[in-house]
């Protein structure tokens, strides 16, 4: 049971570059979001889905897009990278009786 | 914005101490959750409490919650080297897994 994962660990980007960063699951969770952390901060929800073929969007959805076409992944993608977007992100998974998170290990992402 | 202001900001005790870290929020909530993330790492759940619970404990864990106030405490109990890391709490205001989170507190737990 590998649980959350997420690939690559490190990125670097030029500004204006586009990536996808990848997040899968094997919990057979229904929810997954994606989160940014900032040095010094708390996480800010990015975008989020309810199950596949449902997403929607979190409190700092512009410059990233998402699709979920099945239960198990969930991709986040930067369409032309700022540095502003320099982060770590975070994807996490819920569901069942649960309303706990479980979090994947990070992407640390730098544009420069 | 952050929903949620925790205090301090960073917190530094001797191994063996309580370690207690407050949580303040803005609106109404579903449920208050505590998740731990040590240095590089992703975020570890610790505890969950609900807007109609006042307190729960988990092992050396205590949170508290007081909704009239728009608050919650967790108190860690006889603190260990590995407790060391960042605390976060995070609201749901609609159980529907949207967490809004704080800025957390920088715990260090000197031996």
């Known amino acids: 049971n590998a649980g959350v994962t997420q690939t690559p660990k490190f990125q670097v980007l030029k500004t204006g570059q586009s990536m996808t960063l990848q997040c899968a699951q094997d919990?057979?969770?229904?929810?997954m979001s994606w989160y940014r952390q900032d040095p010094g901060m708390g996480l800010r929800l990015i975008h989020y889905?309810?199950?596949?073929?449902?997403?929607d969007q979190g409190e700092v959805p512009n410059g990233y897009n998402v699709s979920r076409s099945t239960t198990e992944d969930f991709p986040l993608r930067l369409l032309s990278a700022a540095p502003s977007q320099t982060s770590v992100y975070f994807c996490?998974?819920?569901?069942?009786?649960?309303?706990?998170?479980?979090f994947g290990p990070g992407t640390r992402l730098t544009v420069l | 914005s952050q929903q949620g202001e925790e205090d301090p900001q960073a917190l530094s005790i001797q191994e063996g101490e309580n370690a207690t870290m407050n949580c303040s929020y803005k609106?109404?909530?579903?449920?208050l959750q505590w998740y731990r993330q040590n240095s590089g790492r992703g975020l570890v759940h610790l505890i969950l409490?609900?807007?109609?619970?006042r307190e729960k404990h988990s092992g050396r864990l205590r949170v508290t919650l007081d909704t009239s106030k728009k608050s919650s405490s967790l108190l860690i109990t006889a603190s260990r080297a590995a407790d060391t890391a960042s605390y976060f709490c995070?609201?749901?205001?609609?159980?529907?897994?949207?967490?809004?989170f704080g800025q957390g507190t920088r715990l260090t737990i000197n031996p």
């Open positions: 409490i609900r807007s109609n619970e």
């Open positions: 996490a998974t819920g569901g069942g009786n649960e309303d706990t998170q479980y």
């Open positions: 889905s309810v199950g596949a073929g449902i997403t």
């Open positions: 609106t109404s909530i579903n449920n």
């Open positions: 995070a609201t749901d205001e609609e159980g529907a897994q949207k967490l809004v």
């Open positions: 919990m057979n969770h229904e929810y």
